[in-house]
């Protein structure tokens, strides 16, 4: 009895012994749940997608032939929004540069469409 407690004592101890030690274990990546898609009840498909950011970069809806697409650009100092609108009957655009301040706070806003409009955002902070 004090034998085979010994042996199973030595192999519980030999198995610890060769596990791997893991010394700076990388930190387990959040899991966050995201929009990518969606459809109405006429049937048409919203799709969304993402940067390695998290940021939307293109949200399209799509219901037969009409198409709406919407796609976003990042800099360090701007978001330059594109919007396109596609018909059997009419074709549709617009351009849209938000500045930022160095925050990446939205200060103000050009549409290429409708000139000497420039709205202004201020914070309280």
Do not use: W
């Amino acid at each position: 009895m004090k034998k085979s407690l010994s042996l199973m004592l030595l192999a519980v101890m030999l198995t610890f012994a060769s596990c791997k030690k893991i010394i700076n274990p990388e930190p387990e990546k959040e899991q966050t749940c995201i929009l990518t898609g969606a459809s109405d009840s006429d049937g048409g498909n919203i799709k969304i997608d993402y940067d390695d950011n998290g940021r939307v970069v293109t949200y399209a809806y799509v219901d037969g032939d009409y198409t709406e697409t919407t796609t976003y650009t990042y800099s360090t100092t701007q978001i330059l929004e594109k919007y396109v609108l596609k018909d059997v009957r009419y074709n549709s655009s617009y351009q849209e540069n938000y500045k930022l301040d160095g925050s990446g706070r939205i200060v103000s806003s050009t549409n290429g469409t409708i000139p000497n409009q420039t709205p202004h955002f201020k914070y309280n902070n």
